[in-house]
């Protein structure tokens, strides 16, 4: 190989570091970008209170009320009641109705008391002792008290 001269090295050396400079630009742009929308994804999520939008709690009323020593279930009568508006009435119902004295109560939304099928019903657990008790551990959670939902909805 033929030897380079000065020059020639210098004139290389700048065309090296035209391209090394030219080379990392478009990438810092482009991990700028990045950053930035991932912070503001990160801040949009954060604003969510959930995956869905909270509903509020609709009128209901009490029926069928069973109550022993540390169990309970109630239907909860919501006239034409969607999905989401059961899960809120579930949801009131275990905040404020429940208490500390129960481990374990089932709550299920219908229509009328003449239903025979429900639009959804919840299981609420006050621990996991609780839960592995009363349900073999099917129903998990890493705050509790718990709330699991089945939600058929047969006329939906």
Do not use: H
Request: aromatic share 6%; hydrophobic share 40%; with cysteine.
């Amino acid at each position: 190989m033929p030897a380079i001269t000065a020059e020639q090295a210098a004139s290389r050396r700048r065309t090296n570091a035209k391209i090394l400079k030219f080379g990392c630009l478009p990438l810092a742009v482009l991990l700028g970008i990045l950053i930035a929308l991932a912070s503001a994804g990160d801040d949009q999520d954060d604003n969510k209170p959930a995956k869905e939008a909270r509903v509020e709690a609709p009128a209901y009323t009490e029926a069928n009320k069973s109550e022993k020593a540390k169990t309970g279930r109630v239907d909860l009568i919501v006239p034409d009641a969607t999905v989401d508006q059961a899960k809120a009435a579930i949801q009131d119902y275990a905040d404020n109705k429940i208490g500390d004295r129960f481990l374990n109560y089932g709550i299920t939304v219908v229509r009328s008391d003449a239903d025979k099928t429900y639009v959804c019903m919840g299981e609420w657990v006050k621990d996991a002792q609780a839960a592995e008790l009363y349900t073999g551990g099917r129903i998990t959670s890493d705050t509790w008290p718990a709330l699991a939902y089945n939600c058929p909805d047969p006329k939906g």
